[in-house]
T-cell receptor, first 113, second 115 residues
Framework: DTAVSQTPKYLVTQMGNDKSIKCEQN?????MYWYKQDSKKFLKIMFS???????INETVPNRFSPKSPDKAHLNLHINSLELGDSAVYFC????????????FGPGTRLTVT | KQEVTQIPAALSVPEGENLVLNCSFT??????LQWFRQDPGKGLTSLLL?????REQTSGRLNASLDKSSGRSTLYIAASQPGDSATYLC??????????????FGRGTQLTVWP
């Protein structure tokens, strides 16, 4: 009965590899987000999708590409991983883009060696 | 650009104390403000959501207030317990426009409640 789930929970990979993180929500929400939490615990938005349409694209390297196959899923693909990509990535969802509570997934800890 | 500051960065109190966590934001044009709790190695749990038209919200031992004009919010925790130990994050959502949908987070207050 998990509301927002992410896989994998941990991801360790080498520089230069390509990896994906998956997110699914079963809340019936129409908006999903990806956030990055850096080593200093600061959370910053990366992307937001509303009804499968990209509405927020922060200043993120184009090595990061979100994909939303349907309203319940928002995956994050990362090409050519770099050391600086090491962080915890959180997926979130909300009912409507504005004004509704955001519900977060458990996070994916990415370590690039 | 919206900036969110949380004070103090860390707080350590004995069990049973009432405490206040502070959050300030630079742009008062917000749609709402949300308080979260984050346990080590875990995701964020939403505690309270205050719409811009509201002054406060309560949930159990938690009470959050909002003074939009002065750019401040406080989270009051009554009768603190060791299980309250976590990092508390404040986040604001700007009004409509190019910033539609995003939350701006503070860096959090790390709370430790000891028995």
């Amino acid at each position: 009965d998990t509301a927002v789930s992410q896989t994998p929970k941990y991801l360790v990979t080498q520089m230069g590899n390509d990896k994906s993180i998956k997110c699914e929500q079963n809340l019936g929400h129409d908006t999903m987000y990806w956030y990055k939490q850096d080593s200093k615990k600061f959370l910053k938005i990366m992307f937001s999708y509303n009804n499968k349409e990209l509405i927020i694209n922060e200043t993120v390297p184009n090595r990061f590409s979100p994909k939303s196959p349907d309203k319940a899923h928002l995956n994050l693909h990362i090409n050519s991983l770099e050391l600086g990509d090491s962080a915890v990535y959180f997926c979130a969802s909300s009912q409507v883009v504005e004004g509704y509570e955001q519900y977060f997934g458990p996070g994916t800890r990415l370590t690039v060696t | 650009k919206q900036e969110v500051t949380q004070i103090p960065a860390a707080l350590s109190v004995p069990e049973g104390e009432n405490l206040v966590l502070n959050c300030s934001f630079t742009d008062s044009a917000i749609y709402n403000l949300q308080w979260f709790r984050q346990d080590p190695g875990k995701g964020l749990t939403s505690l309270l959501l205050i719409q811009s038209s509201q002054r406060e919200q309560t949930s159990g031992r938690l009470n959050a207030s909002l003074d939009k004009s002065s750019g401040r919010s406080t989270l009051y925790i009554a009768a603190s317990q060791p299980g309250d130990s976590a990092t508390y994050l404040c986040a604001v959502r700007p009004v409509r426009g190019s910033t539609l949908g995003r939350l701006y987070f503070g860096r959090g207050t790390q709370l430790t409640v000891w028995p």
